[in-house]
């Protein structure tokens, strides 16, 4: 079975500094990898994904991740965060193949101004 | 109807009704999920559709059926509400091209 951990419930970052949210997974096979966001009461909205190919991955509004397969990990990064990017994010993995995805309990990210 | 709509917006039911969440997608995807969002508990899938006329378990899928008659429509019913099952309810599809899953704007459902 496959499974997501991230293991910060809320990150805290001031604005213009890096941010980073945490995520590992277990997967059985090659893992397709994933980054939601929700904001305040809106569905979960579609940031990038890890298919294959190259390890970083760039996605929606200036985010990108790194799949980092020896450590099981698929860390969110921003190199300069907006007070715009506060949210829920969450992280996703599932099988190869047309199977649901499996979700972490989420992040919230705080960026103060 | 562009992407996924998902109704009500918003119910409170009384605990033993019966109630159908409503799903509707107009980008022909095959597959359709339906998830609950609880605090600190992330999404959890509830059941799951592959195609047209399957459906499968997911992790809580206890108190819901689903059907799925045709490619559009995958309806949540939960037979007689409890108020464990009060949560806010997503509904999302996928296509096996894109490999990942569109969500509606949800349901927030409250059972007293």
């Known amino acids: 079975a496959q499974s997501v951990a991230q293991p910060e419930d809320q990150v805290n970052v001031a604005e213009g500094n890096p941010l980073t949210v945490k995520c590992t997974y277990s997967?059985?096979?090659?893992?397709?990898l994933f980054w939601y966001v929700q904001y305040p009461n809106r569905g979960l909205q579609f940031l990038l994904k890890?298919?294959?190919?190259?390890?970083l991955v760039k996605g929606s509004y200036g985010f990108e991740a790194e799949f980092n397969k020896s450590q099981t990990s698929f860390h969110l990064k921003k190199p300069s965060a907006l007070v715009s990017d506060s949210a829920l994010y969450f992280c996703?993995?599932?099988?190869?193949?047309?199977?649901?995805?499996?979700f972490g309990k989420g992040t919230r990210l705080s960026v103060i101004a | 109807i562009a992407g996924i709509t998902q109704a009500p917006t918003s119910q409170i039911l009384a605990a033993g009704r019966r109630m159908t969440l409503r799903c509707t997608q107009d980008?022909?995807?095959?597959?359709m999920y339906w998830y609950r969002q609880d605090l600190g508990l992330g999404l959890r899938l509830i059941h799951y559709?592959?195609?047209?006329?399957?459906?499968g378990k997911g992790e809580v899928p206890d108190g819901y059926s689903v059907s799925r008659a045709n490619t559009d429509d995958f309806p949540l019913t939960l037979a007689s509400a409890v108020p464990s099952q009060t949560s806010v309810y997503f509904c999302?599809?996928?296509?096996?091209?894109?490999?990942?899953?569109?969500f509606g704007p949800g349901t927030r459902l409250t059972v007293l």
């Open positions: 999302a599809s996928s296509d096996s091209n894109s490999n990942e899953q569109f």
């Open positions: 997967v059985s096979g090659n893992p397709y």
């Open positions: 890890y298919i294959t190919g190259d390890n």
């Open positions: 996703a993995v599932r099988r190869t193949g047309n199977t649901p995805l499996v």
């Open positions: 980008m022909r995807h095959n597959a």
């Open positions: 559709s592959n195609t047209a006329g399957t459906t």
